[in-house]
């Protein structure tokens, strides 16, 4: 059964500095992994998807990384803002569990001012 | 274009109470599905359609029923509602073909408490 661990599960940064949010998971057949960030009360917004044959996958100030071979996908904010302070989910697709979208339990991320 | 709407918002029962959460998608997904959302636990996966008429369980389907009957339809039903049951309950949905085939989509959430 695919497991995915996202540590640590809070983070506190000052303005301005980068984020390097972790995703680990134990089953490397894989069909993608997506990044999510969920604010207080809401639902989940997609950030990133990376499809198994990608290495990274980028979006404004966002990139994320996929290594299958070492089960791990890192998603970096450059630059970060009080508006980034949100919890950052990530998603597992294995490959024989189509449907099955396994989730980590998340990073909960503060920038302070 | 609502995306995915979720009905009730909030919602109080006491044990034993049986209700339904409704699910709807207007964007003509294929794929529809059901988690709860725990403290700590990150989402787990309840029940999922892959199309109108076909539905399959996940990881915590116990206590739980669906029906996909119309492609913009997935309800949940409780048919018992029991403490345990207390949770955040979101919809999700992914147009299941074309270059964003597995983004999901998921609606504003259903909170709720079981006495």
């Known amino acids: 059964k695919q497991e995915v661990t996202q540590i640590p599960a809070a983070l506190s940064v000052p303005e301005g500095e980068n984020l390097v949010l972790n995703c680990s998971f134990t089953?490397?057949?894989?069909?993608?992994l997506q990044w999510f960030r969920q604010d207080p009360g809401k639902g989940l917004t997609s950030l990133l998807l990376?499809?198994?044959?990608?290495r990274e996958q980028t979006s404004g100030r966002l990139n994320a990384s996929l290594d299958k071979s070492s089960g791990r996908s890192t998603l970096y904010i450059a630059a970060s803002q009080p508006g980034d302070s949100a919890t950052y989910l990530c998603a597992v697709l294995t490959t024989d569990s189509w449907g099955k979208f396994q989730f980590g339990a998340g990073t909960q991320v503060v920038v302070t001012p | 274009n609502a995306g995915v709407t979720q009905t009730p918002k909030f919602q109080v029962l006491k044990t034993g109470q049986s209700m339904t959460l409704q699910c709807a998608q207007d964007m003509n997904h294929e794929y529809m599905s059901w988690y709860r959302q725990d403290p700590g636990m990150g989402l787990r996966l309840i029940h999922y359609s892959v199309g109108a008429g076909i539905t399959d369980q996940g990881e915590v389907p116990n206590g739980y029923n669906v029906s996909r009957s119309t492609t913009e339809d997935f309800p949940l039903r409780l048919l018992s509602a029991a403490p345990s049951q207390t949770s955040v309950y979101f919809c999700a949905s992914t147009p299941g073909s074309g270059l964003a085939a597995n983004v999901l989509t998921f609606g504003a959430g259903s909170r709720l408490t079981v006495l």
């Open positions: 990376i499809q198994s044959s990608q």
């Open positions: 089953d490397s057949a894989i069909y993608n």
